[in-house]
T-cell receptor, first 114, second 116 residues
C-alpha cells in the first residue's frame, strides 16, 4: 500500500449536482495530483497542488476545482456534473526530488453520474 | 498529440514465462522520466519502475526491467517469470521535466492475463 487514501470509494450523483472527493497524501509528500480515468482509457491529468497552491492544470473546465490543506490533504470539487464526468478519479502524492518525484496513487473514487 | 503510445492488443501469457509490453513516446525535451504502472481490477495504480532520460543503464526492479532505447523513443517493460497476480492493465507514462511540471501523460494501457 502507498499510504495515499481517498474517500469515498464509490459515489452516485445526478446530472447538475456537485461532488467533493477527498485525498490524504502519503506522509512527507507535499505535492498532490488529481487524474480522471474514463473507462478503457489511461488517466488524464486534471491539476496539481504544491504547498496549497495550484501548480499546473490539464485541459479541464473551471467547474473542476481543488484545494490543498496545510496537512497536504486535498479535495477535488466538480460542479454542474455531466454524464461524461463518470469516471475513476485518482489522487497521487509525489515523493521528494531525491526519490525521483515518483507519484504514488490512492485506490481511487468511482463516480457515476446519472 | 498523443505523447505515449501503447498499441498491443490484450495478451495472454503462460505462468512463469516472460512478457514484453511495448511503449513508445513523443517528446522534444531532453530531460524526461518514464514510468510504468500496474492497475489491477481494483483500480489502484501501482508504481513499478522508473527510467530517467539521462540514465545510462536500463532500470530494473525485481522481476521488472525496462528496455530503454532512447534513439527509438521506446521504453518497453519486461516482466520475467510471470505470476498469476501479474494479471492487470499496465500503463506507460512520461513526465517532461521542465520547471514546475510534474504531470504524467499516460498511454491507453496494455491488458495482460497470466494463465496457469
Amino acid at each position: 500500500e502507498t499510504g495515499v487514501t481517498q474517500s469515498p470509494t464509490h459515489l452516485i450523483k445526478t446530472r447538475g449536482q456537485q461532488v467533493t472527493l477527498r485525498c490524504s497524501s502519503q506522509s512527507g509528500h507535499n505535492t498532490v495530483s488529481w487524474y480522471q480515468q474514463a473507462l478503457g482509457q489511461g488517466p488524464q491529468f486534471i491539476f496539481q497542488y504544491y504547498r496549497e497552491e495550484e501548480n499546473g492544470r490539464g485541459n479541464f473546465p473551471p467547474r473542476f476545482s481543488g484545494l490543498q490543506f496545510p496537512n497536504y490533504s486535498s479535495e477535488l470539487n466538480v460542479n454542474a456534473l455531466e454524464l461524461n464526468d463518470s469516471a475513476l478519479y485518482l489522487c497521487a502524492s509525489s515523493s521528494p526530488p531525491s526519490e525521483k518525484e515518483t507519484q504514488y496513487f490512492g485506490p481511487g473514487t468511482r463516480l457515476l453520474v446519472l | 498529440a498523443q505523447k505515449i503510445t501503447q498499441t498491443q492488443p490484450g495478451m495472454f501469457v503462460q505462468e512463469k514465462e516472460a512478457v514484453t509490453l511495448d511503449c513508445t513516446y513523443d517528446t522534444s525535451d531532453q530531460s524526461y522520466g518514464l514510468f510504468w504502472y500496474k492497475q489491477p481490477s481494483s483500480g489502484e495504480m501501482i508504481f513499478l519502475i522508473y527510467q530517467g532520460s539521462y540514465d545510462e543503464q536500463n532500470a530494473t526492479e525485481g522481476r521488472y526491467s525496462l528496455n530503454f532505447q532512447k534513439a527509438r523513443k521506446s521504453a518497453n517493460l519486461v516482466i520475467s517469470a510471470s505470476q498469476l497476480g501479474d494479471s492487470a492493465m499496465y500503463f506507460c507514462a512520461m513526465r517532461e521535466e521542465y520547471y514546475g511540471n510534474n504531470r504524467l501523460a499516460f498511454g491507453k494501457g496494455n491488458q495482460v492475463v497470466v494463465i496457469p
